[in-house]
């Protein structure tokens, strides 16, 4: 078949893309964060740790009447309160040690902490974060956390 030669209409599977997940014993997640799931299966803010599960952004407090409130379980047990994470296309600060170029655009972005990314694990210590998909004009990092499981280094 040959290549388009003009514009085409390509819908999209809409999915809901947002999901629960329990916060992990005394943790603090902050909206906006970059979250994953820890060994016990608890959400976390990422960190360098390694063997991280990332789930996306912290978007909110699983039913919570307050609206924009962080998940704040500290003092708490693990699933005291749950946090939903969204998947997709987020704007993260780029690592100062080991930044993304435009050359490292399509690989793997790796998570320094819950809001910077890197280039490399060259420490072994670090975990996926998603794939990079472009370099802001503010020299930030747009990271696609939508299949986090399928992410190889």
Do not use: C
Not at 24 to 49: F, H, Q, R
Not at 63 to 86: F, H, K, L, M, T
């Amino acid at each position: 078949m040959a290549g388009l030669i003009a514009g085409r209409n390509t819908p999209e599977l809409a999915e809901d893309r947002e999901y629960p997940y329990p916060v992990e014993a005394n943790t603090n997640i902050y909206l906006g964060a970059l979250i994953a799931l820890n060994a016990a299966g608890n959400a976390v803010p990422m960190s360098a740790i390694v063997g991280l599960k990332v789930l996306g952004r912290a978007e909110r407090v699983h039913d919570s009447q307050y609206p924009g409130e962080n998940a704040i379980n500290n003092p708490g047990a693990a699933g005291a309160i749950s946090i939903v994470a969204r998947r997709g296309v987020f704007l993260f600060n780029n690592s100062a040690t080991h930044a993304i170029t435009q050359a490292n655009v399509g690989g793997v972005a790796f998570a320094e902490d819950d809001h910077t990314v890197a280039n490399s694990d060259e420490t072994a210590t670090l975990s996926a974060a998603g794939r990079i998909v472009a370099i802001d004009i503010s020299g930030q990092i747009w990271v696609d956390t939508r299949f986090p499981f399928a992410i190889a280094a």
